[in-house]
């Protein structure tokens, strides 16, 4: 069918690149870009001759906005899946415009000196890409991605609106280390160090960082301690749920690493504040995370699963319902089959189909849009298919 050029390649890009293999039908050609290209190459020989998909590699930096154009107008690509960092999703939005490409990502643009997300800079590209007549599609991993799929299929199957959201991100591994994350280590301190907050009755409610705790029994996981968080999806959401009243946001996280973090915190490590070392500016985070074990280095490690979903409160037919629909995955089964753990399996696997989404043309409109915007239907088939079952609960224990 078509080119998909995938730009990082980490984590989840790895295991985007996978199931775009695995799904040669629609991804004929695949190039993989990134600043280190002999990661790219690596990834190219693993998986060369598993595949029909014909595979190339580029090294760029994706910063610089006239090397992307440069790469796009070499290879060509019928859509552009942004796996780098969020602090690159302004300069490839920039190049898909130039060049009229179709663009997808998986987190919303942050600033790298300001730890704050926020959907206001991606939004202002809605009419540049509109009379473009291509497409961005904001968010596509699990959360923000998967959750807004599952809101957008709630709302289309079960409610006649929805009026409460809790989306509660359990992830119930162990990967034996006292601390590590399970994504780019600075991106998720960055987020979980973040004061929280809520959507309720029209505007954010903020709390301190971990200041509100909940626990839960998670099917097939048991019972966990999870924390409210902010987090980007709960602003697209509160616009595009009609009738919406509060949507919340939890994530489960054990006491070893809250102490750390507290610890790293109290020192000042976690800070993104430029110090000078030695005569050398170097960002305390960024150290960090040198010295943190990478997450793609986790999977032989991980045991245990995940599950993520949503509980939604609504009415239908003028009666009060319940529903949560969520999906649990297997961190040693993910790694069998595609060499990561569950955490970036489960963004990778809704990245490709997000890309497939617009591949195919099966979602087809010009402008900026947030997942939960399109038909859900197709996406919902596809995670079956492509390795993320999902379940839908009736009448399931609610959060306080
Ligand atoms: P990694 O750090 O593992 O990978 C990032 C990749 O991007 C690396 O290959 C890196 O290159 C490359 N990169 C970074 N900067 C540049 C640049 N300037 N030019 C070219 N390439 C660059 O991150 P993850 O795979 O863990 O995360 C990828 C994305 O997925 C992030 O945006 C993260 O926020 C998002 N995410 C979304 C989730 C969701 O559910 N929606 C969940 C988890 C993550 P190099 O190898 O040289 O470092």
């Not at 990502?105 to 007549?133: I, L, M, S, V």
């Not at 999870?226 to 054990?254: D, V, W």
């Amino acid at each position: 069918m078509g080119k998909v050029l995938i730009i990082g390649c980490g984590g989840v890009a790895g295991v985007a690149i996978h199931k775009c293999c695995q799904n040669s039908g629609v991804f004929t050609e695949i190039c993989i870009a990134s600043r280190t290209v002999s990661k790219c190459e690596a990834m190219k020989k693993k998986l060369e001759g598993m595949t029909k998909a014909k595979i190339s590699t580029a090294q760029v930096d994706a910063d610089n906005t006239r090397e992307l154009i440069a790469l796009i107008e070499k290879e060509k690509p019928d859509v552009v899946l942004n796996l780098a960092l969020p602090y690159q999703d302004l300069t490839i939005m920039d190049a898909c415009l130039a060049t009229k490409t179709n663009y997808v990502d998986t987190a919303n643009y942050e600033p790298e000196d300001t730890a704050k997300f926020e959907y206001k800079w991606q939004w202002a590209y809605r009419e540049r890409f509109e009379k473009a007549g291509i497409t961005a599609l904001l968010g596509s991993g699990f959360d923000p991605g998967v959750t807004g799929v599952f809101s957008a299929y709630a709302l289309k199957h079960y409610f006649d609106e929805i009026n409460y959201i809790d989306i509660l991100d359990c992830n119930g591994g162990d990967h034996g280390y006292p601390f590590a994350t399970n994504f780019n280590p600075e991106i998720n301190i960055r987020e979980v160090s973040a004061k929280g907050s809520y959507w309720e009755d029209g505007k954010w409610v903020e709390t301190e960082p971990m200041e509100i705790k909940r626990v839960y029994n998670f099917p097939e996981v048991g019972e966990k301690d999870m924390y409210l968080l902010h987090h980007e999806e709960l602003e697209s959401l509160a616009l595009n749920m009609p009738g919406i009243k509060r949507i919340r946001f939890f994530m489960t996280f054990g006491q070893s690493y809250l102490t750390h973090l507290k610890c790293l915190e109290n020192v000042g490590m976690t800070s993104i504040e430029p110090i000078i070392y030695e005569g050398k500016e170097i960002v305390p985070l960024q150290f960090l995370k040198a010295v943190l074990p990478d997450p793609a280095s986790l999977g032989p490690r991980t045991k245990g699963k995940t599950n993520i979903g949503c509980i939604f409160t609504g009415k239908k037919d003028g009666k009060e319902k319940t529903i949560y629909i969520y999906n649990v995955c297997d961190h040693e089964e993910c790694y069998k089959e595609v060499g990561s753990q569950a955490v970036a399996y489960t963004t990778g696997v809704p990245a490709m189909i997000g890309a497939a989404m617009l591949m195919t043309k099966t979602w087809d409109k010009a402008g900026v849009y947030n997942i939960e915007e399109f038909d859900p239907d197709p996406f919902m088939e596809a995670l079956n298919e492509f390795g993320l079952p999902w379940q839908v609960s009736e009448n399931p224990v609610m959060v306080e």
